[in-house]
Antibody
Framework: EVQLVESGGGLVQPGGSLRLSCAASEFTFGRYWMNWVRQAPGKGLEWVANINQDGSEKYYVDSVKGRFTISRDNAKNSLYLQMNSLRGEDTAVYYC??????????WGQGTLVTVSS | DVVMTQSPLSLSVTLGQPASISCRSSQSLVFSDGNTYLNWVQQRPGQSPRRLIYKVSNRDSGVPDRFSGSGSGTDFTLKISRVEAEDVGVYYCMQNTHWPPLTFGQGTRLEIK
């Protein structure tokens, strides 16, 4: 069974940093684009960033450009999101999700990031 | 950016009755390869999202056949032929034709009447 397990969330002060991780198992991780999607409390889904199979292409929503960095380690079947200069509006559950264009698509259970003083 | 607009934003349906959700995009979602990358995502209360439909009308593995997707260009529909209790939740359309950014609709909340 494919599993995506996010970790690294928590409470951080405005201006602080966090690094999220997503560990994949039972899944040929290195063959697929990977995504981060977030959901603010009581709100809808927002795509944050994605990365191609070898990490050479990365794309971001405008609101996080210059502050967040997506990366991956295919040897460890892991996806990462380095989040710097965090703001209150970054408070959300962050999900990793697999490639949208593929016939199979999976989401993790999410990790909560709370930005507050 | 492509704006995805869903209607209605909430829906109350009697068990066993049909339901329909509309999604309109601000530009055509036909990609240069001829495919239309329009997805439907379900989020049950307290759960992670789950994709139901990809490329307009393809059901994901394990998705009941009471769910169907249709549409073309800028207008798309998710239909549930007979609503069951487990269908309660929020449904999002989402496009991955014109990106970045990938964009979601606002969500449609389905409840049982």
């Amino acid at each position: 069974e494919v599993q995506l397990v996010e970790s690294g969330g928590g409470l951080v002060q405005p201006g602080g940093s966090l690094r999220l991780s997503c560990a994949a198992s039972e899944f040929t991780f290195g063959r697929y684009w990977m995504n981060w999607v977030r959901q603010a409390p009581g709100k809808g889904l927002e795509w944050v960033a994605n990365i191609n199979q070898d990490g050479s292409e990365k794309y971001y929503v405008d609101s996080v450009k210059g502050r967040f960095t997506i990366s991956r380690d295919n040897a460890k079947n892991s996806l990462y999101l380095q989040m710097n200069s965090l703001r209150g509006e970054d408070t959300a559950v962050y999900y990793c999700a697999t490639q949208w264009a593929a016939a199979e698509h999976y989401w993790g259970q999410g990790t909560l990031v709370t930005v507050s003083s | 950016d492509v704006v995805m607009t869903q209607s209605p934003l909430s829906l109350s349906v009697t068990l066993g009755q049909p339901a329909s959700i509309s999604c309109r995009s601000s530009q055509s979602l036909v990609f240069s390869d001829g495919n239309t990358y329009l997805n439907w995502v379900q989020q049950r209360p307290g759960q992670s999202p789950r994709r139901l439909i990809y490329k307009v009308s393809n059901r994901d593995s394990g998705v009941p056949d009471r769910f169907s997707g249709s549409g073309s260009g800028t207008d798309f529909t998710l239909k549930i032929s007979r609503v069951e209790a487990e269908d309660v939740g929020v449904y999002y359309c989402m496009q991955n034709t014109h990106w970045p950014p990938l964009t979601f609709g606002q969500g449609t909340r389905l409840e049982i009447k």
